[in-house]
């Protein structure tokens, strides 16, 4: 089994063996390579969807499950959330405190730290009361170091007795008989204003003892740190739990029956299924011989629990760059791989510390740059020793705004065209899209022709566009440009010159001229405009993007279904708008 953490690279992984295989003449290597059932090239998620095909229907599950959009997966869980909502009675602690979405995104967590940890309950009043205890200790703590600080290094009266009364808050803070917020707040209150600073107080001094004290003002105040409310939160928390598990027995069993997994099911749903029947992994991991796993810099906790449990005894090597950890938001942890790393015996390891990608100058540029970082960086050594010490590969400007950014960028780029680099050879890569659309503007003004490459946004796709153009139609359907463009897009299929023989008549409004040709996409456009003479205009454009095909179309030029749930994102913001007191579909189109 080989694994990485992106299908890009999986296939990267087999072109290469292929390719090596090829060279060699070794058709044993390729028919190897070729062989699914004796080499496994996959991403950790296909590993699992391998696993959950095998062993899913023991849990009742269809094993020729599909993964599904994460926004249809929260339409599903925000259906079930309504039905048991309308269907059960005394929930209305639970909607006093929580929107309707943040129930579903409650529900949502609830469900997967089930799956995770199978028994999971609510804290009680006495665990509250020792989270908060702490809480206290660490405020106690902090405000202690900074009242010794003062105590040594200020002389002013003013900041000495200050210091010496926050010991009133420093005792409440320890004290066995504080149950809340409000009583450290009265003994903070009670020590008057923070005293201004002088020039003779360190910044750093003055600036920790406000920090200290905003933070602990700002968490002391909010709710559960009140005694009053503590017992409400556990009565609600267990009014959760119950609600919880009804939505989440639901969940389950829609799973089941319709076989639509989220994306996150192929790890939780796997370690449900170990923790159930631990003999599956060792019946899995006696299939294969040695297992790679690359990227494991990128691997989350969770995962290496899988992996532990599927490896079992087989023979396993694991290759990993702490340094190049990113994706920290998908629950990665670079911390797995340096437990991994002390777990390992010295001889097992080998570091490859030689770079093949980057040139020789820029590599050295990352090392003594990254260097003065961090004591921890691991230099990386250059392919080659051809190092080019005059070649310059870094160039730094401080600005103070925008404008004055633009104006150093439009030097360099005037300074690179002077030394004979051609436009198609110079990038610039911002952070925002709206910083790069800024800086062309300036430079087209300037004379320096740009081509801005980014992401789309919502309204700029063609899907989203095409769709747009229909609204528009059954709104007005004189308008010419957007009838053209209506009618030559995929869903209508008029052709070209049939649209530019009909306008060719006297005729201003294009409508009027094509609107009575035999074809029946005029026919049934011309139905749509019609019926908004007498329906809502929304509700007749969502059929009409059903029977058109949009829908369907999206779906089968784009397997992700990002264009399709792009059409539905359409239609919500529509539907959404026309809701709202005032609204006037010409301005929404």
Known sequence: VVTTFTRKA?????ER???KACEKQDFALLDFVSSTSRLHISTLHGVFSLFLKRYAHLLN???????????????????????????????????EMFSFNQLVAKVRGYYQRKLEFSE????????????????????????????????????????????????????ALQSESVQSGETILEALAACGSKPRKTKDIDEDLNSDLGDSLKKMKSELSKPYFQLENQKVFVETFEQFQQFAEVVCGKLQEHKQVTGK????????????LIRQEPELAQHFSEGW?????????????????????LIGECASYVVGDPQ??????RGARSEVFAEKEQQAKEKEKEFLQRNWRSRPELLEFFNDIFDSFSSGFQRMEPRHNDLDCKKRVAKFYHSEDQETENQAIFNFVVEKLKQGERYDNICIIARKHKTLNELAQFLNHQKIPTHVHSGKGFFSRREVNDALALLKFLVNPVDNVNLVNLLRSPYCRVPEQLIYDSIQTEASIYWHAIRNLDLEVLRILKGYHERCQLESVTYVFEQALNDLGYFDLSRNHDATGRRESNLWKLLSLLKSEERKAGFNIINFI
């Open 261 to 272: 997994f989220e994306m996150s099911d192929l790890e939780l749903i796997t370690a449900d």
């Open 120 to 171: 999971i309950h609510f804290c009680t009043q006495e665990f509250m009361l020792q989270l908060l205890k702490s809480h206290f200790q660490k405020f106690a703590q902090e405000l202690t170091e900074v009242q010794a600080q003062i105590l040594e290094m200020v002389e002013k009266e003013n900041w000495r007795n200050f210091a010496l009364s926050l010991q009133t808050v420093i005792d």
């Open 17 to 19: 063996l292929i390719v």
């Open 61 to 95: 599950y269809d094993s020729s499950f599909s993964i599904v959009a994460e926004k249809e997966a929260q339409q599903i869980v925000k259906n079930l959330v309504r039905e048991v909502v309308l269907s059960e009675g005394q929930l209305t602690p639970l909607l």
């Open 324 to 329: 190049q950890s990113i994706y920290l938001f």
């Open 10 to 14: 999986t296939q990267e992984l087999r």
């Open 289 to 309: 011989d040695y297992w790679l796993i690359d990227e494991y810099q990128d691997t989350s906790p969770i995962q290496v629990k899988l992996l532990k449990n």
